[in-house]
């Protein structure tokens, strides 16, 4: 399943930050965000993911066909770790939860309430939500913030088995993960002065 921008200009706080921005991400590929930080990496991945509407251009995908995860890492703090995975199955009406417990090395705290782990287990757990949504294209902004190397490889493998059953993933990330994939820098794409605000949209891109 295919997701194709043509053209697009995003905004934050109502000042345009990229615009023109155009690729096309197919299924088992990867395309990864660069650009320094303010550079509109993840305006573009909110407005990808439906989250704000688009100055102008276009994205075509599949209707909820995108799951997006930021820095949040989106959990129930008094839910335990296998009740915040059922919660948000039942959201994406998916069922089954062992796949994701078992790709994030989750199997041993099942029972542990979220607001009990530490920093790198509820990036883990928030991370395994994606395996339990069924959408198969992932929006991604800093994916790897809080995991230490050994779970890195953990998501770097997740990622593998996404792609692998026809899934692709549009990754904000200066990390490599060990897969394939296409660089999209964004300072490419900076909106120009005329387009809203001259020096002004330094301050909120």
């Known amino acids: 399943m295919s997701l194709v921008v043509e053209n697009l200009s995003c905004a934050r706080g109502g000042i345009p930050v990229l615009e023109r921005v155009c690729f096309a991400l197919n299924p088992g590929e ?6 320094p ?4 990496k993840t305006t573009l991945l909110r407005t990808v993911a439906g989250l704000q509407p688009p100055l102008a251009g276009t994205v075509e995908a599949e209707p909820e066909s995108v799951a997006y995860a930021a820095h949040a890492d989106g959990l129930k703090a008094t839910l335990t770790v296998a009740e915040n995975l059922e919660f948000w199955a039942g959201i994406f009406g998916t069922s089954g939860i062992d796949a994701a417990l078992t790709a994030f090395d989750l199997e041993a705290l099942v029972d ?3 607001q009990n782990l530490s920093a790198g287990q509820k990036r883990r757990l928030g991370l395994a939500r994606l395996l339990v949504t069924g959408r198969p294209v992932w929006a991604l902004d800093e994916p790897t913030v809080s995991l ?3 779970s890195v490889g953990l998501f770097g493998a997740a990622l593998k088995g996404h792609l692998a059953q026809g899934g692709s993933a549009l990754i904000a990330t200066h990390i490599d993960l060990g897969v394939e994939a296409r660089v999209l820098d964004v300072t490419e794409f900076r909106a120009t002065p005329e387009a809203g605000g001259g020096a002004f949209d330094e301050a909120f891109a």
């Open 30 to 35: 990867v395309l990864v965000l660069r650009g």
């Open 37 to 40: 930080n303010g550079a509109g």
């Open 112 to 114: 542990r309430h979220a």
């Open 148 to 150: 230490d190397v050994a």
